[in-house]
């Protein structure tokens, strides 16, 4: 939604679409495999990764197994070092940095960190 109304990337909100790479699917499912920019992140490294890059995950392991099923946008490292998030959560707060139902960090051995699949530059 940022990179949609905020930036203006074209996005897509139609299940059915063919994602050619131009446009910005609504859903992480769809971002991941075939969503606009360049894939900065796969080697389990944090080197070339920067602010505002997506991160997409597989947190939701038990429902499909494989499939990108959350995304988030990167914002830095915190004071300790750490690489931090911002996404929305299943709760009624919303989008938070705050490690409410879990560490919003890339790096660790956290849930996040662990279902951390792709980073994508848009």
């Known amino acids: 939604m940022v ?3 905020h930036l203006g990337v074209p996005m897509v ?5 063919d994602f050619d790479g131009t446009v910005l699917p ?10 606009p920019g360049v894939i900065v992140h796969g080697d389990g490294t944090f080197a070339d990764i ?9 947190a939701d392991q038990e429902v499909v197994i494989g499939r990108l099923d959350h995304v988030g946008v990167y914002v830095g490292r915190d ?9 929305s959560r299943k709760t009624v707060n919303g989008p938070t940095i705050s490690d ?3 560490a919003s960090t890339l790096d660790g051995t956290g849930t996040c960190a662990r279902s951390l699949r792709l980073v994508r530059r848009i």
């Open 3 to 5: 990179f949609g109304y």
């Open 13 to 17: 909100y139609d299940d059915t679409a």
């Open 26 to 35: 609504r859903r992480s499912r769809d971002i991941g495999p075939s969503g």
């Open 50 to 58: 920067q602010v505002g890059d997506l991160v997409l995950f597989d």
């Open 79 to 87: 004071q300790d070092g750490r690489y931090r998030f911002v996404s």
């Open 100 to 102: 409410l139902g879990g």
